[in-house]
């Protein structure tokens, strides 16, 4: 078993390095005065401090709810369980489903396919094009798996969003076998254009919508969730219950204390989605610049760039140069079951300066 | 696969059932006044907000280990993995050991024993007797198995405490059979007497020393963690990061600023002791004199009082009568493998006020 390229390098490179790898947020977008207050006010109540239900706190799960609700999408707070984090909410899922097929996009997300691979899940990768999962390719997997893992929104690592016709025709063929969708969305909110409708909105008893605050909010509370029908909740909640009995229930207070000025949440959300649009623009922008044979679309939401080099070049070895030059990015080949080295790489543009996307670029140019 | 006993109660029961089930710290103990102090004193560094590494921030883990070489078991941060609770420690353990056999105590802790069912763990049951498991069956059961899970402090749900002789005994066995020794500590530092040195002190190479802060300061937070040989942290890791990439980073900064003060520490958890103390004399006496033919030891620490009635009375049963009059327990069955039906009785005393203790017991003498 290996551990995830992407941690062992954000643990093994020093202050200096220019990182492009990762999925790290904005700091200086974390909304920290806010957060303060919504912790003073939850601080002096001894039942933050207590034990909690497996399932997390009922003020938390309520606005959770709401928010599925107001997008059209109803649900109630028996519908949500509380995560440590989405990638705890893919886990309990790939547990739940152990030894099964399931169906990914290729190139897909590093974190669910290593824990996929822990549970024993047989992966079956079917190409994703620019606007989506190649349809016929998904049918035919998804024909023998029943089960499927997208991220419709801002794709990890490709950035793609799925089109309108595409979410249909990927909703039918679910009905159509009875199967189960597995949607991640840690990206949705993430938008610079406009928010997609969730597939899982068309398919309310056989899906399950993950979300998460660690891209909206802040990553080290550790807090995502799972939208499903309840009975799929209550089988969940066994799983859950057994790896950690419930999530931090002092953060899920200050989260829910939090969210209850809505209009706040929503200006907040908005002052990232600016933010990371200039970003991803100027990245796009610089890379077009200095390495105008590394093609590429503009991102349109979500917090990475993904491409690939014009001419064979192994992104993988160029790793090695790149990290004595001290710039890091992901390469491609990751993303894949095989992980064949390709041409690939996948940026992050939320994390740097202006002037490390500049310098980080040019760095990686020399390597060339 | 079957919910928890005890959760399942814990979320059905009303406000005006007492409980004796479950193992709720007494929340009038909590700190609340010294972690509002920490917690005002890391919340406007972003850096305590941010993703962080997957065995836990530094300062954590230095903390601990810091305690463990004071009482003469020498340990640095690197022998320190951090987990959401104690109980996702034991999750990743059971991962870790899948499918493979095991040698636990009769009765023992239901919620590690579901995690090894969970992770197709073949438990092997051996009698836990007033100073500890018996020798001569653990002997003949590690042998095959090689590995154990004991809880030798306060064991949940007996409150047995094991003697200076069979923690030597075996540490030998452990080593005679190079095997792999679990050492579930929660209540250790729970003691109204004396604390007693761990076994896996004796063997540092050769096992896993389990810890919480869930009964010394506060559960909500959920921060446990593994204390082992560098190279087996190393291995849990890849299983922790799948799971859930860290536990909550901000209540580990939260954690360590606390924990800076030593004699504070010290001197809460002899709050704790002196407190639990006090009600465990009481609940044992209150059952002497209202249940007299309920037979128990007065515990030496920890959070329960465990017993058996003198005639046969199938306490399983017995919970339903209990329930209708608003008073609730765990009974003995729950913590063995096979489940049958028994007359034993786990009490927690530490939830519940005097006044509850009494009239909680004369309620269950009523149902008799």
Redesign the interface.
Known sequence: ????FI?EI??SIDEETISFA?G??N??L?P?QD??NA?LKI??N?????????NGINELREQIAKRYTKEGFPTTKDNILI???S??AM?ILA?FFENKEITIEEPSYL?AM??FR?NNLKMDGVKLEDDGINIEGFEKSFKNSKLAYLIPDFQNPSATTYSEEKREEISKIVEKYDGVLIEDSPYSELFFEKKMAYISAKLPKNSFHLGSF?KTL?????IGWIRADEQKIKSL???K???????????QYILAEYLKDEAKYEKHLQSIRDDYKVKADYFSEQLNLIIPEFKHQKPKGGMFLYGSFKDKIDTFALIEKCLKKKVVYVPGNQFYIDKIPNSEIRFNYTHSSFEQIEKGIKLIKSCL
Chains 1, 2 share one sequence.
């Not at 219950?241 to 953060?251: A, C, Y």
């Open positions: 078993m290996k551990r995830s941690r954000l643990e990762g790290l947020p700091s200086n974390f920290i957060l303060r912790t601080l002096d001894p039942k933050v401090y207590q034990y909690t239900i497996s995560t440590t984090g990638q705890q886990y547990k974190g290593n824990i822990l660690s802040v990553p080290s509370y550790r909640m066994i799983i219950e057994s790896i950690d009995l419930h999530s931090s229930g002092f953060v």
